[in-house]
């Protein structure tokens, strides 16, 4: 009567060879990348996408072992931007897989971006989420790293529907949307001059429900908070703050506990969770089916300021 | 030709949509994304400020830079996404002005299958036959030409005509005798109201058309599919060793199997050094497997050491034929024009080697696709060339083998991808 819910009850028309397909590019584009360059990061935030990108690089870099666990040791480190306003259940899972998977991770910390001076916040609760471009692009001139693979999808949003996977940066890290590569079959144009950098996107054709369906599928760990929990919030112009430290109530507002869910998870100040009580991936899959709001549009503060937010940031070198 | 079969393919079907904002392209799009549900309420909700009032305008869901909605025109190659119960579909959307080629052979190349837009309300339907316009005979030669493999005309406005029958069965004569001078083979022919919606995800209720509709014509189609059976090619993308160190690790052989496919116990050889190996293992990303097959990435593990680089190429015995001069069709994307002589960087496979256009043959009228007497090449333009490269490569057809038939052109100066070839033989 109250069998689990299976995917293929929820879609049973649609099979698995669509994401042993996007599975397959994205390998492909990984191991493109770290033939191509010298010295290749892996973004690793703790985030859904990048645990996705994660497991494919185990694949796409290592052997699976008899107990199921990958073997071996990815090629490249793994490079986190953290704001000092991560969400803490987050920064725990972070460092606990790295842990686990023996990998190296570097971390470019805002705060040391703030004390150098190349970061000027107008106000301490400002939302870093703009800033951490600061200290990705110091981060990438102190390791000399001349690509970074990272987990963005193109249905985000409408300037990262025209980005290419492989997406060049000039020597300020600077994203020209106007002077983008033609790219042609699987035949990346990786050349690059020295100073400058390129990103690659490996699950560019990913969508939220690629995504949930491929978690559920390989049963990849995530942080709990993409699951329902009880947590303390504001109600705000449509949205769900959650309550801490740098997010405190305003004049006149009440703080409510209810049960929530993030669908991304990024900067404390400007990620928002949405109510629900789905608490595995094949729930949350069950949802996106359903769902009638965007990822971005539900959850992120910072994209509602205007239609063009995420093409200025991804200009100055955002990710 | 337009009953949709049944689904067989499951595999995400790209398809690119060609023509101009005025064919109502967009709102083709942004129509296939409402009715599919994959534009969400908060995205409608800006579309809905902006009509302020009037119908909302499905066109603007496309427009993605702020340049672009600055100036009202798009200017780039976007991808788009939604997914029917059965199928997932990535839309390549190529937008319609002077920088046409270089965006159309963008999203051509590796898509499934095109859609190429007609607005039957700039056609003459009282002609037979219906003159067709000039851009929808370039829109879909381009594709038979980059060798899509399912070209569609979409016939749109159908609402803004008063004998919609009679309008589409003239314009369908007028498609298909065009299709069949220019030997394109056309795999529907689908008339729709992108505007009001009719036959695009729902079924067109009219005596006149029992066919289906353009979602289920694009659910039925297949995906491109690289040959399995007959001879093994791949081109080696990533050599991978075992362990920390050097000494003599086993180390696998990473390549997408362009065609044929691999199993342990074949016997390879590998270009250019000539050596012939017996396969000892195939693996599919992190695992031992028995066999591995075209359009998936093989890990090629030989039973001794060989040196082997990215680059080099694993085939079956005599079958790998290098050339060092090929004639081939070149598209040109560059704004500097191309010239003769000059080196370039190219891509093949995984294999960058230098290579010059030792002379250009012809151009090809962009509206006939007819060759004419050319002796340089401007950006947007496509002709007929001969190139030759600084190492043989192996070079196959475009025609029949779409790795190893295509090629990028890197300006060495600039970096910028500057041309894509199109291998027609060795010269």
Known sequence: MNAPLSIEQLLPELDHTHLDWLEEEAIFILRETVAAFERPALLFSGGKDSCVVLRLAEKAFKSKGKDGQYKGRLPFPLLHVDTGHNFPEVIEFRDRRVAEMGERLVVGHLEDSIKRGTVRLSHPLESRNGHQTVALLEAIEEHRFDVLMGGARRDEEKARAKERIFSHRDSFGQWQPKEQRPELWTLFNTRIRSGEHMRAFPISNWTELDVWLYIARENIPLPSLYYAHDRQVIRRKGLLVPLTEVTPPEAGETVETAEVRFRTVGDMTCTCPVESPAASATEIVAETLKVTVSERGATRMDDRTSDASMERRKKEGYF | ?427
Do not use: C
Not at chain 2, 46 to 74: F, N, V
Not at chain 2, 164 to 176: E, S
Not at chain 2, 283 to 312: F, K, P
């Open chain 2, 1 to 427: 030709m337009n009953s949709a079969a049944p689904i067989q393919d499951h595999r995400a079907l790209r398809f690119l949509t060609a023509g101009s904002v005025d064919d109502g392209k967009s709102t083709l799009i942004g129509r296939l994304l409402y009715d599919s549900r994959a534009i969400l309420a908060d995205q409608l909700d800006t579309l809905e400020k902006k009509a302020a009032g009037a119908p909302i305008d499905l066109s603007l869901l496309t427009d993605g830079l702020e340049a672009e909605r600055e100036q009202g025109i798009t200017i780039d190659v976007a991808y788009r996404y939604f997914a029917t119960r059965a199928r997932k579909f990535i839309i390549a959307d190529a937008p319609g002005h002077e920088q046409y080629t270089r965006n159309m052979v963008t999203a051509a190349a590796g898509s499934d299958a095109a859609v190429v837009l007609v607005d039957i309300t700039k056609l003459d339907t009282t002609k037979s036959p219906v003159p067709l316009l000039a851009q929808t005979r370039r829109h879909a030669l381009l594709a038979h030409l980059l060798r899509v493999p399912s070209i569609v005309f979409a016939v749109n406005k159908l609402d803004a005509v008063s004998d919609p029958a009679q309008a589409y069965a003239a314009v369908r004569d007028a498609l298909l005798g065009f299709a069949e001078h220019a030997g394109i083979r056309v795999a529907g022919i689908v008339p729709v109201s992108a505007l009001r919606g009719d036959n695009v995800t729902q079924p067109l209720d009219a005596a006149w058309y029992d066919g289906p509709s353009l979602l289920q014509l694009l659910e039925s189609l297949p995906t491109a599919q690289e040959r399995k059976d007959g001879d093994l090619l791949v081109p080696v993308q990533y050599v991978a060793r075992e362990g920390e160190g050097t000494g003599n690790q086993p180390r696998t052989l990473w390549g997408r199997i362009a065609h044929g496919r691999v199993k342990a116990g074949d016997t390879v050889q590998l270009f250019p050094n000539g050596e012939v190996a017996t396969v000892a293992e195939v693996r599919l990303a992190g695992e031992v497997v028995d066999v591995v097959e075209a359009g998936q990435s093989a890990g090629i593990v030989l039973d001794r050491q060989i040196d082997v680089s990215r680059g080099d190429w694993i085939g079956t015995p005599k079958t790998i034929h290098a050339a060092q001069r090929f004639s081939a069709t070149l598209a040109w994307l560059d704004t500097e024009p191309a010239v003769i002589g000059r080196k370039y960087w190219v891509r093949h496979g995984n294999r960058w080697v230098q290579a010059r256009i030792t002379a250009i043959e012809s151009r090809l009228d962009i509206h006939s696709l007819e060759a004419i007497d050319a002796h340089e090449l401007a950006v947007n333009e496509i002709g007929h060339v001969i190139v030759e490269t600084q190492q043989p490569l192996p070079v196959e057809s475009y025609e029949t083998n779409r790795v190893g038939g295509a090629l990028i052109v890197v300006d060495p100066a600039s970096n910028r991808t500057s041309g894509a070839l199109l291998v027609k033989a060795a010269a």
